[in-house]
């Protein structure tokens, strides 16, 4: 399993993830042109998509899925809520309907809640061949009945939104500053940094941050912040990397 975060932050946010047999997208938030010259840039065709698996329905994460299923017919995998929110405003030809666990060929994917202020929103776990990658954005806490089953994965690619000092000392008004820390809003660094350093296990092998903040963070804040608390409890992890907005990151092998 290889995966690449094409584009990551607060203006749009998708991730390509393939097998030797599937090749899917989680998200499609930035422009359809945007993600198919990402694709081309790994020698990857658009056409070979073939499922988008959707976290929530938030512009950043849906705004270019209308054009790119219209050229290209994935298949959309969400949730009854979010196809029920999607289908208003855009035609969807092929979907399968999100309902606990599921497969798509070779690609396994565990399901979990995440706590958004959206009608309804997933983190998942992709397991193919022995290894693991989570992916969690969007969500103000990661339920404790959760905990285990996300522990000593191989790759985690995790939301690390916003310093807290930053963002309240930030020009935001009172009411979005109170929205982004509550538990319906994002992960903090810290937020971030705690969960992963009760997650990272033997057997895990890197992790990505994404969904940082332009305004409301900095990417050596948050790296420093993770690294902290992956040594206060004596873990090390080979790879951590921070994703961009406008510029994807590696092919990465999991």
């Known amino acids: 399993m290889k995966f690449s975060v094409l584009a990551s932050g607060s203006k749009g946010n998708s991730s390509f993830i393939e097998t030797n047999n599937t090749k899917i997208l989680v998200d499609l938030g930035v422009t359809s042109g945007n993600v198919e010259k990402k694709l081309k840039s790994m020698d990857i065709e658009p056409s070979s998509i073939d499922a988008i698996v959707i976290t929530h329905t938030h512009v950043d994460h849906i705004n270019g899925l209308r054009v790119f299923i219209k050229k290209f017919h994935p298949t959309l995998y969400l949730s009854e809520t979010m196809y029920h929110e999607l289908s208003t ?13 599921f497969s798509i060929s070779d690609i396994h994917v565990e399901v979990f809640k995440t706590s958004h202020d959206t009608s309804d929103s997933n983190g998942y776990i992709f397991e193919a061949y022995g290894k693991s990658l989570v992916y969690v954005t969007d969500t103000g806490y990661i339920n404790v009945k959760y905990h285990k089953k996300l522990q000593n994965k191989t790759y985690y690619i995790m939301e690390s ?13 009172y009411h979005l500053k109170q929205r982004i820390i509550g538990d319906k809003g994002h992960l903090s660094n810290k937020d971030s940094a705690y969960y992963l350093s009760k997650f990272v296990g033997e057997e895990t092998k890197g992790i990505v941050l994404i969904h940082l903040s332009e305004e409301n963070n900095r990417e050596e804040v948050a790296l420093e912040t993770l690294h902290k ?3 206060k409890v004596s873990k090390q992890v080979d790879q951590i990397i921070v994703a ?8 990465i092998d999991v």
Request: glycine content about 6%; overall charge negative; charged content about 30%.
């Open 244 to 251: 961009h907005q406008t510029e994807r990151t590696e092919l």
């Open 89 to 101: 405003s855009i035609h969807i030809e092929k979907y399968e309907i999100i309902d606990g666990d």
């Open 229 to 231: 608390n992956l040594e």
């Open 161 to 173: 939104n916003h310093d807290v000092e930053l963002l309240m000392h930030g020009r935001y008004p």
